[in-house]
């Protein structure tokens, strides 16, 4: 039906972003070491263009696009769309603006002005619709039909999910010999992507998922052998609060070890660890690898581990601990 | 009467301490540069062990020390003692612990806890006395009566100078060409390290320091040629409430060329900036040299920056901003 991204299609993906997103830094910490007792590499996407390593699979997909992917009905010559009120609705911004292509982004009319000010500032077009999903899609479609515009989907992607693979690819050149990484899991973009690369380069080492208990639909999709679409997530984690996709489930499920979760308080402390001790800046969603290596480091087999820390968008209007 | 660190005491200072801080890594922002109109360079020293550029400074002076400099008739073989409620308790208490010496801190009773947490974490012994200058000294001239403790002072100590002046070292070697290098100054020791390392390598290049208005002293003493106490400080930026020191000032008179001032509003903004775009935490303090540059930058005659980031210990509960 399709196929998985391999290690040459990641390592097309690399060559392809490598002009637009950065190669990030790992940073460690001798006291979250002690903290965890286990050697902790962090892969700092919090650092990546637009704050999140959401940047690498929009950009990889957009630059993907042949000229025959355009439509030549519509009445914009090339665009690109998606619906999004997080950090891929910037990503997609910023990688049609890297291409010189037009960028229509559906968000809910209350996003928060920070992100709706990130995707103008990128010079994407925004439109507003109301928050369900039926009403997203709607204006997501009406859009594809006036402007003939490319749906590049957040995670279910195959495009998204090689450029997104790209980040534990790095993180493998940075630091050999990690026997496991932890990524944390929304729509399983991130995750499916970490453990392709991971798979293709080292099959020895053990790749993790990292998920909210308030929205643990991966972990129950892993249980189940199937999709549970996730109803009603409840957590701050709000890059976390996505089901799965038919695309990235299949990975998930032959290559995830284990989806561990971890509660609201856990999540709230490795957030603030990582900023006290770490000084970076980091996202809710960011924080799961940590918060699940806090809590459950019993079941995370390798001493040498690799966190991806996926972003560093959070409200600073609004800590969590406050 | 005393002489003055050039480059080969500067040199050693970096060989002595390497086994015990960080090479820090320097960061730049697009939107940043664009604010600014300079293309500006950001030594991280909110990433350096205790979080602030105080560990290069305390852990010169503390490895400095030879058998003689501890005198024998104390109740403890070697140690080292100071008084200050900021980065400079941690770092000597960092830097002892390093040694493998005892140290003793004299903190204000009304010192923050996560600032007591953190020298008690490095084993250091805390004195507490009244918040005034006088009642710190006589703390302090106690411990050293009774256990022989050598007194390493925040700033006015030519051994700190010389490790301060590693981090502008270290810049210089990590971007080639730096047309102007701005960094705090409060007691001076992290500016007059910085105007020796640069004009021992890089005469051409610009220093400025860079100040609170509400704490100006240095502007002051520079325009009197003297210095000019600070009495009564007022500002958010604490690590620059202090006054300039009598070796401190001379170097600052003679090398650096100006001190630019910025207001509380325009810290709180350079600060928040930074951690918006940068995701970097930083302290107040440490947001003086973007916040001059955003405000004064006609006044910066390069166009190509480095900015000294001197820590990283910024009160997570208390956001200025908020």
Tied chains: 1, 2.
């Excluded at 790095?170 to 798979?199: D, F, H, K």
Aim: proline letters at 6%.
């Amino acid at each position: 039906m399709y196929s998985v991204p391999g290690i040459k299609t990641i390592k097309a993906a690399q060559a392809r972003i490598k002009p637009y997103v950065h190669y990030t830094p790992v940073f460690t910490s001798s006291t979250l070491d002690r903290i965890c007792g286990k050697q902790i590499f962090f892969k700092c996407e919090n650092l990546q263009k637009v704050g999140a390593f959401k940047a690498r699979g929009a950009v990889n997909a957009v630059f993907s696009l042949s000229e025959n992917d355009f439509p030549a009905g519509g009445t914009e010559e090339k665009c690109v769309t998606t619906h999004s009120s997080g950090n891929h609705a910037a990503a997609l911004a910023y990688a049609a603006l890297c291409r010189g292509i037009k960028a229509h982004v559906v968000m809910p009319e209350n996003a928060p002005p920070v992100k709706k000010e990130a995707v103008a500032g990128y010079g994407a077009r925004i439109t507003y619709s109301e928050s369900t999903q039926k009403a997203r899609e709607e204006a997501l479609q009406a859009i594809v039909a006036r402007t003939g515009a490319v749906f590049i989907h957040p995670y279910n992607d195959l495009r998204v999910i090689a450029g997104q693979a790209t980040a534990a690819l790095e993180l493998m050149e940075q630091v050999p010999g990690l026997e496991t990484i932890i990524a944390p899991v929304g729509g399983g973009g991130l995750l499916s992507g970490t453990a392709i690369s991971a798979v293709s380069l080292q099959p020895e080492t053990e790749v993790l998922g990292a998920e909210p208990e308030g929205a643990d639909d991966a972990f129950r999709s892993l249980r189940a052998g199937k999709i549970i679409p996730q109803a009603n997530p409840r957590t701050i984690a709000d890059g976390l609060r996505t089901s799965l996709g038919d695309l990235t489930f299949p990975i998930i499920y032959k290559h995830v070890g284990a989806i561990l979760t971890a509660g609201e308080e856990e999540i709230i402390e490795a957030m603030r660890l990582v900023w006290e001790r770490m000084k970076l800046v980091i996202e809710p969603s960011a924080a799961l690898p940590l918060a699940v290596l806090i809590s459950k480091g019993s079941q995370v087999r390798g001493e040498k581990v690799g966190l991806i820390v996926s972003g560093g968008n959070a409200d600073l209007d609004h800590l969590p601990w406050l």
